[in-house]
């Protein structure tokens, strides 16, 4: 209990600002009491505003007082000094060289607790105890100790950065918006964090599949290996009992076939491992690219995350994929001696066949080939649903959401941001990554068959229909001619005509082609791209009572 009484004392007499005895203690008009210096270097910062106020309870002064020591205090003090002092307490974490450090402290500054970026001021577990019970602090935001608070500050306006004009892609303050950025579009700070926050999960969520679709790379590489080393010994093994049965002459031919199959195969099976070396670096590198996006994505600093996420949100190409294609490996070295020991005598007296062994076919391609029959494409056929939040008001949606017939009455739709208000337009509810195919079914005048990103726009303008922007891409049959549309530019298309389309998307290869469908396939048109997010199937359907179009039912073959 005695010791408990000294440190009361010892806090008693404490100044709030360095945390220290008073030194030369001076008291304000409230009753606060600090050290001489303390409070100087206080009121120093504040001058260029004219008011001054008084750290503990914020009271504010006109003009600035002038400060007398208080003698009283000056002695307690003294005689605490003179009668020994307990230590300071253990729990005191003073800032070191990589620490964010109070900025109120004076002296040895102790290591700050919290960062407030309202005050834009970091503080001590001390200091920071005002935010806690004076309630218009308590309505401040607090984050964990930044050295970066000064980002935070417009270097024109000497405002706090609140907003982000999406015109320039610039983090501003009020008065920018107003000023050199007026009439750009411009929103607060929180809500394109909030719209970033989400492109960044569907990043992470593409750098996931990436590193599972490397996994599988690297296995079916594994197999490739062993498939090439099983070939190559099975083709010496053969050579080897044939080449017994001919004469001492055939003995060097045998071992030189020998020595060509185990050369290529050391050079194939470097070549596939080199690869496989490849597409694990690039594992290494997604899940570190990962790991820092989860970083970001748990960032409480709005503007520190914007600033951050243009060099992280921007993915590297992809290492294209591999295909590896029926092979005969070394299956005609085997061949070839065979050959030659079955005319072994026409061959010694005229002229010796070449069985060196040729490059192992080993076809690692960008991506497999585009299917080249409709059974096909439907391997990779997939279910699709429309997303009725998306869907136009005259459009009445049937057959489990699978179909979007025109009507002339407008349907009873609640009110939602993803839908479409201009254009008889919806878009499917699952998103559509790798190999996909899929079939729509149409009866009207006019149909728009399309594929576009999940944030196209919704507004009543131009752009907001398919085809008509840089985010979807649309193929249009309008009174029997065809028309693709990407960014607002036509082309003309040909082919047959047909009340039913296929549509093959290879989002890793950025390929989708569109098809006419009938006994046969025919294309009509082939986008080449990069696709840079997930994409959502959708359809125009024509102005006329009746018209509909519908997502065909699909059976993939067994």
């Not at 025919?522 to 997930?534: A, E, G, I, N, S």
Request: aromatic letters at 8%; hydrophobic letters at 30%; a positive charge.
């Amino acid at each position: 209990m005695a010791q408990k009484g000294v440190q009361l004392d010892r806090e008693t007499f404490s100044c709030s600002i360095c945390l220290d005895l008073l030194k030369n203690p001076v008291t304000t008009t409230c009753g606060h009491s600090y050290c001489m210096k303390c409070i100087k270097t206080h009121w120093d910062e504040e001058d260029r505003k004219g008011i001054y106020s008084c750290p503990e309870c914020r009271q504010t002064f006109t003009p600035r007082p002038v400060l007398l020591k208080n003698t009283m205090l000056a002695v307690l003090v003294d005689q605490m000094k003179k009668t020994g002092l307990p230590a300071a307490p253990a729990d005191l974490c003073y800032a070191g060289a990589g620490d964010v450090a109070c900025d109120v402290c004076t002296g040895r500054k102790l290591k700050a607790f919290k960062s407030c970026l309202t005050c834009l001021v970091s503080y001590c577990e001390k200091h920071l105890q005002r935010h806690y019970h004076v309630a218009p602090l308590s309505k401040h935001k607090l984050v964990e100790p930044s050295k970066k608070l000064q980002e935070n500050i417009c270097s024109q306006h000497d405002e706090v950065i609140k907003m982000f004009c999406r015109t320039d892609q610039k983090s501003i303050c009020y008065l920018c918006s107003v000023d050199q950025h007026k009439g750009h579009d411009t929103i607060s700070a929180a809500a394109e964090r909030t719209e970033k926050q989400k492109q960044l999960e569907v990043s992470r969520q593409i750098v996931k599949q990436r590193i599972q679709d490397r996994k599988k790379d690297v296995k079916l590489l594994q197999q490739e290996v062993q498939n090439i080393n099983r070939s190559a010994d099975k083709a010496v093994e053969d050579s080897e009992k044939m080449f017994t049965e001919l004469i001492r002459l055939m003995q060097k031919r045998s071992s030189e076939v020998k020595q060509q199959v185990r050369s290529q195969q050391e050079t194939e099976v470097s070549r596939v491992k080199e690869l496989q070396e490849k597409l694990q670096q690039e594992i290494r590198e997604l899940k570190r690219k990962d790991a820092e996006m989860k970083k970001l994505s748990h960032t409480e600093d709005h503007n520190q995350f914007l600033h951050s996420y243009p060099s992280l949100s921007a993915l590297s190409p992809s290492t294209s994929s591999i295909q590896i294609r029926p092979l005969r490996y070394f299956d005609h070295v085997t061949a070839a001696v065979s050959e030659v020991r079955d005319k072994l005598q026409d061959v010694l007296r005229d002229e010796w066949t070449d069985v060196s062994p040729t490059e192992v076919d080993v076809l690692l391609s960008d991506s497999p080939a585009e299917p080249r029959t409709r059974a096909g494409f439907l391997k990779y056929s997939c279910e699709i649903t429309l997303d009725p939040n998306t869907a136009h008001t005259r459009l009445l949606l049937s057959e489990g959401n699978r179909k979007a017939t025109y009507k002339r009455d407008e349907q009873s739709y609640p009110s939602h941001p993803d839908r479409f208000t201009l254009y008889e337009q919806v878009l499917s509810r699952e998103s559509l990554t790798g190999r996909c195919y899929w079939e729509v079914e149409w009866r009207g005048r006019e149909v728009d068959v399309a594929a576009s990103y999940k944030n196209i726009s919704r507004w009543e303008s131009v752009d907001s229909r398919f085809g008509c922007n840089d985010k979807s891409w649309s193929l249009e049959c309008y009174n029997n001619k065809y028309t693709f549309w990407y960014n607002d530019i036509k082309t003309p298309v040909s082919g047959p005509q047909s009340s039913r389309y296929g549509v093959y998307l290879d989002h890793r290869a950025g390929i989708l082609s569109f098809y006419s469908v009938s006994e046969t396939m025919t294309l009509l048109h082939r986008v080449q791209t990069t696709f840079t997010q997930p994409l959502y199937a959708g359809f125009v359907v024509g102005c006329r009572v009746g018209a509909n179009a519908e997502f065909c039912k699909l059976k993939k073959p067994s």
